[in-house]
C-alpha cells in the first residue's frame, strides 16, 4: 500500500539514508575475512555522516576485516549526486591504491546508493566494484524529497531527469554484483518498490526503520555474506 506523504519532518530522517524478492532470513554462520575480501567503502545517505555507518563498522571488525579495509566516506550529501559520483570515483581509486586491490565493495544507505549507481553506470565504476549494496535506497525515488530543496534531494524526485536517466536502460550494468534490502516499515522511502532493482538480489526485511537498516544484525549478516560470496 502507498503511504502518506511525508512531512518536512520525516525528510530529516534521510539523514541517516519489481523483480523477485527474497525473503529476510536469520543470522546464519558467520563468513569471515580473508585475504582475498574487498576492501569496502561506505556511502552514508542525506545530510549523514562517516559516523552513521559504526554499528556496522565494528561488526565487520569482529568479523576479521581490518581497519585498512573499511572507508567511512563523508561527502556534502546536498550537493547534486553527480558530483559526488565524480568524488567517489577519487575515493575509489584511493582505497584500491592504499589496500593494493584491484576491486572493492561499496555499501550504501539511502541516497548513497544513488551516486554510487551513477558512478558504476557513468564513471567506469562496474570495473572496481565487485559487489553493490543498496540499504533502503530511493532507487526509483521518494516522495519524503518533495519536502526537501537541496539539488541531491530534488533529484531523489520520482520522476527527476537525474533519475530517469539513472534507470534508462539496464538498471544494474556491469558485472558487478548488485543488492538491496527494503523495509515494509520504513517511513521515508515511498513507495516501498523504489528500492528493488531489475537485475539485483531484492531482500525484503523485517519490519525496520528507515535508519534500524543501518545497525539490524541480520542485514548485517546478510550484506556481509553477500559481499564476501
Known amino acids: 500500500m502507498r503511504k502518506p506523504l511525508i512531512t518536512a519532518a520525516a525528510a530529516a530522517a534521510l539523514l541517516l539514508p519489481l523483480q523477485a524478492t527474497t525473503p529476510a532470513g536469520a543470522a546464519g554462520?558467520?563468513?569471515?575475512?580473508?585475504?582475498?575480501?574487498?576492501?569496502i567503502l561506505f556511502v552514508h545517505g542525506y545530510n549523514g555522516s562517516a559516523s552513521n555507518w559504526n554499528t556496522m563498522v565494528s561488526r565487520f571488525k569482529a568479523?576479521?576485516?581490518?581497519?585498512?579495509?573499511?572507508?567511512?566516506?563523508?561527502?556534502?550529501?546536498?550537493?547534486?549526486?553527480?558530483?559526488?559520483?565524480?568524488?567517489?570515483?577519487?575515493?575509489v581509486d584511493r582505497l584500491l591504491a592504499a589496500t593494493g586491490a584491484a576491486r572493492l565493495d561499496v555499501v550504501t544507505h539511502s541516497m548513497g546508493g544513488l551516486s554510487s549507481r551513477h558512478y558504476?553506470?557513468?564513471?567506469?565504476?562496474?570495473?572496481?566494484?565487485?559487489?553493490?549494496?543498496?540499504?533502503?535506497?530511493?532507487?526509483h525515488g521518494t516522495d519524503t524529497a518533495n519536502s526537501c530543496f537541496d539539488p541531491s534531494c530534488t533529484e531523489m524526485r520520482a520522476g527527476s531527469d537525474f533519475l530517469t536517466a539513472l534507470n534508462s536502460g539496464d538498471e544494474t550494468p556491469g558485472s558487478p554484483r548488485y543488492a538491496t534490502w527494503w523495509s515494509p516499515c520504513d517511513t521515508v522511502?515511498?513507495?516501498?518498490?523504489?528500492?528493488?532493482?531489475?537485475?539485483?538480489?531484492?531482500?525484503?526485511?523485517?519490519?525496520?526503520?528507515?535508519?534500524?537498516?543501518?545497525?539490524?544484525?541480520?542485514?548485517?549478516?546478510?550484506?556481509?555474506?553477500?559481499?564476501?560470496?
Request: proline content about 5%.
Open 29 to 39: 554462520t558467520a563468513s569471515t575475512y580473508s585475504p582475498s575480501s574487498n576492501p
Open 63 to 91: 568479523d576479521g576485516w581490518p581497519a585498512s579495509h573499511l572507508d567511512q566516506w563523508s561527502y556534502d550529501s546536498r550537493q547534486s549526486n553527480a558530483t559526488t559520483a565524480q568524488q567517489l570515483a577519487t575515493e
Open 120 to 139: 558504476t553506470k557513468n564513471l567506469g565504476g562496474d570495473t572496481k566494484v565487485e559487489a553493490w549494496v543498496s540499504l533502503g535506497g530511493p532507487n
Open 189 to 229: 522511502i515511498n513507495p516501498d518498490s523504489s528500492v528493488a532493482l531489475s537485475g539485483a538480489t531484492n531482500t525484503r526485511t523485517a519490519c525496520l526503520s528507515h535508519n534500524g537498516l543501518l545497525t539490524d544484525a541480520t542485514v548485517y549478516a546478510q550484506a556481509r555474506d553477500l559481499i564476501n560470496s
